[in-house]
């Protein structure tokens, strides 16, 4: 079973947003994947591109406070999520009509849906959990959200 964990590289957790505007926030989060080595600052653009189109498409801000942008590219080689956090909340135009606190982005490789679809299960099964959801939402350092999903990953964080 894919891991949480495993699909957040190291720099692609951003406790602090700095921005609460939804179209800037997924800059952030492409920009954090980029640091991490999960993308290359050439489709840095693109990629933003890509996400926002799929926005305008239906917002994946789907409830309860979280979101979850998402696109496939040709030069992404490997799964990755970025998680970014915002205690003021930002418009993401969510189906609940309420701000969004948790943004997780994933950038998945064109060739491989069958790897999407099991990240995207592994987001939502872990965010469709109210405590998952409330220490997410708490979390203001990178090492706190990283312990959270090694428990999210450990399975000790019941519902």
């Not at 952030?28 to 999960?38: F, H, S």
């Not at 489709?43 to 979101?67: C, I, Y």
């Not at 799964?79 to 915002?86: K, R, V, W, Y």
């Not at 064109?110 to 995207?120: F, I, K, S, V």
């Amino acid at each position: 079973m894919l891991k949480l964990n495993e699909i957040v590289p190291e720099g692609a957790i951003v406790p602090q947003l700095v921005s609460a505007e939804r179209d800037q926030v997924v800059g952030e989060l492409i920009d954090a994947l980029v640091r991490g080595g999960a993308a290359t600052p050439e489709v840095r653009d693109e990629l933003v591109a890509r996400v926002l189109e799929r926005e305008r498409k239906g917002s994946t801000g789907f409830g309860r406070g979280v979101a979850v942008p998402h696109v496939k590219h040709k030069t992404i080689r490997k799964m990755a999520a970025a998680i970014g956090l915002n205690t003021r909340g930002i418009e993401f135009s969510a189906l609940d009509r309420q701000p969004v606190y948790s943004v997780v982005l994933l950038l998945s490789p064109e060739d491989r849906p069958e790897e999407h679809l099991q990240a995207m299960e592994v987001i939502f099964k872990n965010l469709s959990k109210d405590t998952f959801r409330r220490f997410l939402r708490q979390a203001s350092t990178v090492q706190e959200v990283r312990t959270l999903l090694e428990e999210a990953d450990g399975q000790s964080l019941g519902a």
